[in-house]
C-alpha cells in the first residue's frame, strides 16, 4: 500500500501562481510516475503533468508553458509549481503514483482561480 499526502491548493486570482507538493509513503519501489489529474465539475479527470523515475515528463496540453513538474526520488515526493494560473484551472487536483500496474491516489486538494 502508498500513501500520499498533498499540500498546496487554495484561492488566488486569474494570473497568479501556486504550488502543490505531494509525499509518499508505504510500500515504495524505485521504478514509479508520479504526477498530477485534476477533476472539475462535470468533466471526467485529467492529466495535468507526470514524471517518470527515469526523468520522462508529460504535460497536459492546456497547462504547457504555465506548469512545471519536478520530483525527487530520494524523498518520493513530486510538486507542481503553477503559474498564470486561469479560472479554468480551477478543480480539485489529486496527486498519483503508479508502480508497475497499480496507481495510488492523494485525498485531493481544492484549487480555485478567480477571475
Known amino acids: 500500500q502508498v500513501h500520499l499526502v498533498e499540500s498546496g491548493g487554495g484561492l488566488v486570482q486569474s494570473g497568479g501562481s501556486l504550488r502543490l507538493s505531494c509525499a509518499a509513503s508505504g510500500s515504495i519501489v524505485s521504478i514509479n510516475v508520479m504526477g498530477w489529474y485534476r477533476q472539475a465539475p462535470g468533466k471526467q479527470r485529467e492529466l495535468v503533468a507526470d514524471?517518470?523515475?527515469?526523468?520522462?515528463?508529460r504535460y497536459g496540453e492546456s497547462v504547457k508553458g504555465r506548469f512545471t513538474i519536478s520530483g525527487d526520488s530520494t524523498e518520493n515526493t513530486v510538486e507542481l509549481q503553477m503559474n498564470g494560473l486561469k479560472p479554468e484551472d480551477t478543480a480539485v487536483y489529486y496527486c498519483?503514483?503508479?508502480?508497475?500496474?497499480?496507481?495510488?491516489w492523494g485525498q485531493g486538494t481544492q484549487v480555485t482561480v478567480s477571475s
Open positions: 498519483s503514483r503508479r508502480q508497475g500496474d497499480r496507481t495510488w
Open positions: 514524471i517518470a523515475s527515469w526523468g520522462f515528463i
